[in-house]
């Protein structure tokens, strides 16, 4: 377990905050369309940013090893980058829960921002004590 958790944080840390924040973007795109396909266009619109810049990222994210993607094609997370994704999507929904129920924030705006921003730095460690004192608080 603790070789695993080692290796979770190494790959989460090897990669700006620029590209997790790409592989969070198709990762959370994918999980609404059959296959996990994602176009160029659907990343730009999301991320209200210009195709060109996007297709910029997707070169260094292939690189990296973390998405399969062809010029003019559609792009699809590979098991690592689908991986790191579900460990921010996590993260961010612990994040979210913490600011929700405990610090009772109500403005939903205000927790996915506050979540979507921290949600890149949150190391395994404080992930999972994090779970875990959400799961004392929450349950007691």
Request: with cysteine; aromatic share 8%.
């Amino acid at each position: 377990m603790a070789k695993r958790s080692s290796q979770e944080n190494s790959e989460i840390t090897e990669i700006p905050e620029s590209y997790q924040r790409y592989l969070d973007e198709i990762y959370n795109i994918s999980r609404k369309k059959k296959g996990g396909w994602v176009t160029n266009k659907e990343i730009a619109e999301s991320l209200k940013i210009e195709p060109p810049s996007v297709s910029g990222m997707l070169e260094k994210l292939k690189k990296k090893g973390l998405i399969r993607w062809e010029p003019r094609k559609s792009i699809r997370l590979t098991d690592k980058g689908k991986r790191i994704a579900k460990q921010l999507d996590e993260a961010h929904g612990l994040l979210y829960q913490f600011f929700a129920k405990v610090l009772k924030i109500e403005d939903k705006d205000v927790i996915e921002n506050l979540s979507c921003e921290i949600e890149h730095h949150i190391t395994h460690d404080v992930k999972n004590s994090l779970e875990e004192f959400l799961s004392k608080y929450l349950d007691g």
